[in-house]
């Protein structure tokens, strides 16, 4: 545990003495903080325009449902921003460590692969968790003037937890494919696209295989989450996806090892 801590507070440093984790963190605030307040602004419009139908017609103004409103629609753009900006936070993991050549000396110390692979892959998540907090001040702004349920929103951000956790497994992965950051992160961003549009496909093909691409989809596991169910079969889908994407990585990097010490 003390070697993984050691590559654990390794990169998270590296993160902070760098522009990376600032601009990263950036990026995703203000391109969610202009989705939120767009949605929003819709909301507060369209029971703007219902209450003066309502007083016109001398009628009671039918209550609007916050969460599909605001908060659901709120949580499927940021899993979209997040599909964006995430690869930047993986792109470096290792492939900065093939192109600087320290990956040999990590690989000739005594830590092991899967403790570096898990004390990499801990750095990334804790500054996803960290982007993910900063966003529930938003939500302060729902508490201030509204009555959001508590439960629908904690789903939500559970499910945005292990979607984004996902994308990092998956961009940690690639990033042990090649010592080129940017090669890195435009892979990644394209292997997660195709996870997400393979639940699309399902309506051109026959219901059996429909079904089997609808559950592989990323996105579609993520519905439940946003309307404040949840389900443990996509837990267990994302816990999945987030393992065998990180088995794949320590196959890649012991493959790599055993190649150089030959």
Not at 246 to 258: G, P, V
Request: aromatic share 16%.
């Amino acid at each position: 545990m003390r070697k993984i801590w050691a590559i654990f507070e390794r990169e998270i440093k590296s993160y902070f003495v760098s522009p990376i984790a600032y601009v990263v963190i950036a990026l995703f605030l203000a391109v969610s903080a202009i989705f939120f307040y767009l949605i929003l602004s819709s909301f507060v419009q369209r029971c703007f325009e219902v209450d003066m139908y309502a007083q016109q017609w001398r009628q009671m103004s039918p209550p609007m449902n916050l969460h599909e409103w605001v908060t659901r629609p709120f949580f499927g753009n940021v899993a979209t921003i997040a599909l964006m900006i995430l690869p930047l936070i993986t792109m470096k993991l290792y492939a900065e460590e093939k192109k600087t050549g320290t990956i040999e000396l990590i690989q000739t110390s005594p830590i092991t692969n899967i403790q570096t692979l898990i004390g990499k892959y801990a750095a990334a998540v804790v500054l996803y968790i960290l982007m993910l907090v900063l966003t529930f001040f938003y939500m302060l702004f729902l508490f201030a003037f509204g009555n959001p349920e508590i439960g629908q929103i904690f789903s939500g951000y559970l499910g945005m937890f292990l979607i984004g956790g996902s994308y990092l497994a998956i961009g940690l992965l690639f990033s042990t494919f090649t010592d080129n950051q940017i090669v890195a992160a435009v892979t990644t961003i394209a292997v997660i696209l195709i996870f997400w549009v393979i639940g699309w496909l399902s309506n051109f093909v026959d219901l059996g295989l429909g079904n089997m691409l609808n559950q592989l989809s990323l996105i579609e596991h993520l519905d439940d989450f946003e309307k404040g169910v949840i389900d443990t079969k996509n837990i267990v889908f994302y816990l999945s996806f987030i393992f065998m994407s990180l088995f794949f990585s320590y196959i890649s990097i012991e493959s790599a090892r055993w190649r150089g010490s030959r």
